[in-house]
């Protein structure tokens, strides 16, 4: 229905709002991926960190710590040993990566709210509602 209209700005619009959910959606996979929703590792923990996955999280550490915890990190990050994995989970805890998820979380749910208020309200209430199942 969008595209019969032919309002390219909104088109555009819709997408960058459907782009951020997207990346919104893979960020919550790779915390649910390791943390339960009460921010406690799983156990077992998924096979993101062992593998070596680029998560959200990873990502975090390299642009927030410094330069030996980066080392550590780099040292243990994508290998299956266990103590590797508890060495990445202690990082990830004194870095207070999970805490960063949830602020992540509720500045993007009051991103996303604002941007759909400037749409027609039918196609900002269906995005809404898109929004909340990806971002609960």
Not at 25 to 34: G, H, R, S, T, W
Not at 37 to 61: H, Y
Not at 79 to 98: G, H, M, N, S, V
């Amino acid at each position: 229905a969008l595209a019969l209209t032919y309002n390219l700005p909104l088109l555009e619009y819709v997408r960058d709002i459907l782009s951020e959910l997207g990346v919104a959606f893979q960020i919550d996979n790779d915390v649910v991926d390791l943390y339960d929703k009460n921010g406690k590792p799983k156990n077992p923990i998924g096979t993101d960190l062992c593998e070596g996955k680029p998560t959200w999280m990873a990502i975090k550490v390299i642009e927030t710590a410094d330069e030996n915890m980066n080392k550590v990190f780099r040292e243990n990050y994508g290998r299956p040993e266990p103590e590797c994995a508890q060495t990445i989970l202690k990082i990830y805890d004194d870095l207070k990566i999970f805490d960063r998820y949830l602020d992540y979380r509720v500045q993007t749910q009051k991103d996303i709210k604002k941007r759909v208020s400037r749409m027609p309200s039918g196609l900002g209430n269906a995005i809404l509602s898109t929004a909340n199942n990806v971002i609960p």
